[in-house]
């Protein structure tokens, strides 16, 4: 598995674990009431922060590790070598650059669907709180999407 799909996994990850963190709460008990809106935009709004914050403490930590096991593995060379193959592995190239777009492609698709749902369910009556969770899950479903495309294709190769 190439560092990039590595790396999308390791997002991935921290996506669903996000994911399922935020609706262990949202169906606890120390939820917020259910017609209250400020309360669950609020929620929403440090759920993100949070989730922002972890998602870039584990990317720091994957590059650390990552960068370890490439200087374990090439014990026999010096410094500069190791250092050479780390920054060529992270160099985003024309391939990077179309796999991004397909992916992101997807990821749009599934967000523009959640946010027609949401607007679905308020013209069926529901709660403007069950639209919100709508389009946080779609939202966050949508970026997990990107992430299992993008390392589809990193793995089984792209065509234009």
């Not at 370890?68 to 050479?84: F, L, P, Y």
């Not at 949508?142 to 190769?157: C, D, H, N, P, T």
């Amino acid at each position: 598995m190439s560092y990039k799909s590595k790396r999308t996994v390791v997002s991935i990850v921290t996506g669903i674990a996000f994911l399922i963190v935020y609706t262990y709460y949202a169906l606890g008990r120390h939820a917020p009431a259910p017609d209250n809106l400020k309360s669950w935009a609020v929620t929403m709004l440090v759920s993100i922060g949070i989730g922002l914050v972890v998602s870039i403490v584990v990317q720091i930590v994957f590059h650390l590790l990552f960068s370890i096991g490439v200087a374990i593995k090439e014990q026999g060379c010096d410094d500069k070598k190791v250092e050479r193959m780390i920054s060529s592995l992270m160099v985003e190239d024309e391939m990077d650059k179309l796999i991004s777009l397909k992916s992101a492609r997807i990821g749009y698709f599934v967000t523009v669907t959640g946010f027609m749902l949401a607007l679905v369910a308020l013209v069926t009556g529901s709660s403007a709180v069950m639209a919100l969770h709508i389009l946080f899950g779609t939202f966050a479903i949508g970026a997990i999407m990107e992430g299992v495309v993008s390392v589809y294709l990193y793995e089984k190769g792209v065509l234009n």
